[in-house]
């Protein structure tokens, strides 16, 4: 059963940076692609960014493109999301997710992790 622990998020300024990490287990990480995806408060779900397998290549949501990099350590079985300039539009749950999932409509126990909340306020 594949697992995915989100960790990282909090409390921060506009502008602030914060970086949040996703462990895995379970399955084989270095041959699947994966997603972080967010849900606002009284919002749905949204794509941020995805991360390919070996060759690791990269794609991001026009708004968080320029302040957000995805990367993954397939050693280790990681994913990061490094955040700058965070704005209160970000605020929001963060999720990693096994797979690409640019249109996810709800939260799939067996592939994504429980969430982690990423606040953004003065």
């Known amino acids: 059963e594949a697992q995915l622990v989100e960790s990282g998020g909090g409390l921060v300024q506009p502008g602030g940076s914060l970086t949040l990490s996703c462990a895995t287990s379970?399955?084989?990480?270095?041959?699947?692609?994966i997603t972080w995806v967010r849900q606002a408060p009284g919002k749905g779900f949204e794509w941020v960014a995805s991360i390919s397998t070996r060759v690791a290549t990269t794609s991001y949501k026009d708004f968080v493109k320029g302040r957000f990099t995805i990367s993954r350590n397939n050693a280790k079985s990681t994913l990061h999301l490094q955040m700058n300039d965070l704005k209160p539009e970000d605020t929001a749950v963060y999720y990693c997710?096994?797979?690409?999932?640019?249109?996810?409509?709800?939260?799939?126990?067996?592939?994504w992790g429980q969430g982690t909340q990423v606040t953004v306020s003065s």
């Open positions: 379970g399955f084989t990480f270095v041959e699947n692609p």
């Open positions: 997710a096994k797979g690409t999932i640019y249109a996810p409509r709800k939260r799939d126990s067996d592939y």
